[in-house]
């Protein structure tokens, strides 16, 4: 323990604590970089005190990253050739990370590089991998059907999940959404597809298990979400506007004309659409309310337009204007709102500003926001255009490292690289799993409020959510969670060529983090294992060294950000 305890502490000096807490690190490379005095860095920052913020992710930090350079920028004419510019360039934030695009690639795109993924990858090259995961009904998903088929409350309809669950089991359909969550998120082929689920369901959150979403929640997560996660978004936001789910969250189905419940109307402008600087007034609220009173849920649970509910009289929201003098007309009158909201060039910016937070940096260049907005109205609000647009610009590329993994993320991305495979107890495992991201607060869903989990670091610098992820990592490697397939220790090692201590470190180095140590990492990792660099090794286990080894690689730098 003490030899252990020793080398945190020194690899700490190195890496692991340049990046222990790499959400720390997240925020100190930026501030570092613009030379901010620390009153202001992005640590300091909390939404009680932020002030007036554009948005609620703004208000934990600054950023990594910034608004005008990250080093380099442009499109180019083929992901590929984008790569190939930002490694020209000198990074404005460098990081410890290497800058292999095909890694840089998977650790965005996907929820974390495998050895299988790399070989992919390479193999098919970057545009042509790309092009497979933008069209994911090509992509065989032998993973993600396994999952699929030990919860099959997952594709039962509202009508289905009524008749079958006990009065008893009311949450157990929600209950299997969490876990499918993550084990879709840890087994499927199309990761791509899994990472724009988990956006769009961030964006338009609905919280899993809510109050009156037992017999709905896993019904929008199919027909919403996953329906719509590389279609257009003004699809999406139309399919929200009548799902039950969303209306029974934001109270839009007890609104009545009688007494208009302003919730929905509010949310709809200020995370769904425009943003919260989008230029609406609260009039627009109180009439993006009249519009949308009507919208209910019959006796059944099923989304039903009652114009008896509607709220009749001209509406003016944004410069969409409407005499609304039928009721008969309503659920029209709200679909054209919905339509106009979609394409505003406001919505356009703000979901544009949450692609580049989520696949560049937290504070990313405003030329690529305009870029990503540009091409969400030339294409009627189409995702994938607008993701080949973000793959070919050159921000993407140069921003290596300026993401940190939030505690799911950490988990998810830990549960592929070790190669954790189902098992005979997948569903208690997964079950697991969720409960301890829930313990990290990011449990898959799960959050309360309208407006997502954050995704910027700083919302998430934590000594508990470092030191869980941390006790992941080890019952991870050490085969301590029950249920799965596990990958033995002195197996990640992979190929030892030279047979020797300083060749074990850079197999297992290589093989969890997929780049080897700096010199000096490298020697507190041979102190450690109290052996000499050019020590012959015959056994693989190093004497039970292995199973710490592993873990302390995962609780560096180069697993905690991405």
């Known amino acids: ?248 969250y934001l109270d839009n189905a007890a609104s009545d004309k009688r007494s208009v419940n302003e919730n929905y109307g509010r949310e709809l402008l200020e995370l769904h659409t425009v943003g919260i600087d989008g230029g609406y007034s609260e009039t627009d609220v109180r009439n993006c309310a009249y519009v949308m009173t009507g919208r209910t849920v019959d006796r059944n649970g099923a989304f039903v337009f009652d114009s008896k509910r509607h709220w009749t009289g001209a509406v003016t929201v944004m410069g969409f204007s409407h005499p609304n003098k039928k009721a008969s007309e309503g659920l029209a009158v709200g679909d054209q709102l919905l339509a106009y909201l979609a394409t505003h060039p406001s919505t356009a910016k703000y979901i544009a500003r949450k692609l580049a937070v989520r696949f560049v940096c937290d504070n990313p260049p405003a030329a690529l926001v305009e870029r990503l907005a540009a091409a969400y109205l030339e294409s009627g609000t189409d995702t994938k255009a607008v993701l080949g647009v973000l793959f070919r610009s050159v921000e993407f590329w140069i921003a290596t490292g300026l993401k940190t993994r939030r505690p799911l993320e950490n988990i998810v991305a830990t549960a592929r690289v070790v190669g954790l495979s189902p098992g005979a107890g997948t569903d208690p495992a997964l079950e697991n799993l969720y409960n301890t991201a829930d313990r990290l607060g990011h449990a898959p869903l799960a959050w309360s409020p309208p407006d997502g989990y954050p995704d910027v670091a700083a919302a998430w610098q934590s000594a508990h959510g470092m030191l869980g992820v941390w006790n992941c990592h080890r019952v991870m490697v050490q085969g301590k969670m029950r249920g799965l397939t596990y990958v033995p220790a002195a197996q990640l090692m992979a190929a030892n060529a030279s047979g020797t201590a300083g060749g074990y470190i850079d197999a297992m180095s290589q093989r969890l983090v997929f780049q080897p140590l700096s010199a000096e990492q490298k020697a507190v990792v041979l102190k450690f294992l109290d052996l000499a660099e050019g020590a012959r090794v015959t056994d693989p286990k190093t004497g039970g060294r292995a199973e710490q080894l592993a873990p302390l690689l995962l609780d560096s730098v180069y697993h905690g950000l991405r």
Do not use: C
């Open 1 to 248: 323990m003490r030899n252990r305890r020793g080398a945190l502490a020194a690899f700490g000096a190195g890496a692991v604590g340049l990046a222990a807490a790499s959400s720390t690190m997240a925020v100190l490379l930026a501030d570092e970089a613009s030379g901010r005095p620390d009153d202001t860095t992005g640590a300091q920052q909390v939404p009680q005190k932020a002030g007036s913020f554009t948005n609620r992710d703004a208000s934990y930090t600054a950023g990594t990253g910034d608004a005008n350079d990250l080093g380099a920028g442009g499109l180019a004419a083929t992901p590929t050739a984008a790569a190939q510019a930002a490694l020209a360039a000198t990074p404005r934030y460098p990081t410890p990370l290497t800058r292999d695009p095909v890694l840089h690639l998977l650790r965005r795109a996907t929820f974390g590089p495998t050895p299988d993924s790399v070989s992919e990858v390479k193999q098919l090259g970057i545009d042509a991998w790309l092009d497979r995961q933008l069209a994911p009904d090509t992509v065989s998903d032998p993973g993600g059907d396994a999952v699929n088929k030990l919860y099959p409350y997952l594709t039962m309809s509202i009508e289905q999940l009524r008749r079958s669950v006990p009065d008893d089991k009311r949450n157990d359909p929600s209950f299997q959404l969490g876990r499918a969550t993550i084990g879709r998120q840890i087994w499927t082929s199309r990761q791509l597809q899994e990472v724009m689920v988990d956006f769009w369901a961030n964006h338009l959150n609905i919280q899993n298990p809510f109050d009156g979403g037992w017999d709905n929640r896993t019904d929008w997560d199919r027909t919403v979400i996953r329906a719509h996660a590389l279609g257009r978004f003004s699809d999406m936001l139309s399919a929200s506007a009548r799902h039950p789910a969303m209306l029974r």
